[in-house]
């Protein structure tokens, strides 16, 4: 009798051995699939900052006179002069501006003929800087003068240099050049200088600051 029971509790034991075995597996891997980092879900998160709003395009505009210094957003601009840079290949003028800027801010930021300069034809025709107007100056001036896009205003300080260019045909003389004085924000372009120019008013290269 004793040898049937030890029997049958040795048979048990040989059965229940496995599936414990199977338990400990399934729980282990379990374990592996959890997630490394856990996350508290009852943590407070900083609230994002909301985007600007702004005003439409240009509504503020500001007329602006060649040599003159004029001010808005914290930015004194003035532009010293329009610079005709020479003559393309295929027959077409590259302008370029000689600017001084000044920030009146603690923030540095960075500005770029395309985002913040245009030109208005007598047509009502847009123009933006050209790639290769910048390529051809890039070897017609001086490293000192010239600023590619895009260039860095300094917080508290001043900028001055030659940006551009435009590739604008021989025959284009008189337009409209308008600036946004955006400062740190891109978007901020309710206001815009408007400067005209003639053709009194574009001057060649000053040799001084060629190559």
Do not use: W
Not at 135 to 162: R, V
């Amino acid at each position: 009798m004793k040898t049937s029971k030890l029997l049958a509790f040795l048979l048990a034991a040989a059965i229940i051995a496995p599936a414990a075995a199977g338990c400990d597996d399934k729980n282990n891997n379990a374990a592996d699939n959890q997630p490394a980092t856990s996350f508290n879900t009852n943590e407070e998160l900083e609230p994002m900052t909301p985007p600007a709003e702004h005003g439409p395009v240009g509504e503020n505009e500001m007329a602006a006179e060649l040599g003159k210094e004029i001010s808005a957003n914290d930015t004194d601009f003035t532009l010293n002069s329009v610079i005709d840079g020479g003559t393309s290949d295929d027959g077409k003028k590259f302008l370029y501006l000689d600017i001084t800027l000044r920030n009146d801010t603690d923030n540095a930021y960075t500005l770029s003929t395309l985002n913040n300069f245009y030109i208005i034809t007598p047509g009502n025709e847009e123009l933006y800087s050209d790639v290769r107007a910048q390529l051809y100056a890039q070897k017609k001036f001086n490293e000192e003068k010239f600023f590619t896009d895009p260039f860095d205003i300094p917080s508290n300080g001043q900028f001055s240099g030659i940006i551009g260019g435009y590739t604008v045909d021989a025959e284009l003389t008189d337009f409209t050049l308008c600036f946004f004085p955006t400062g740190k924000d891109p978007l901020a372009k309710e206001t815009v200088f408007k400067y005209n120019i003639t053709a009194a008013d574009i001057k060649p290269a000053d040799p001084a600051i060629l190559k």
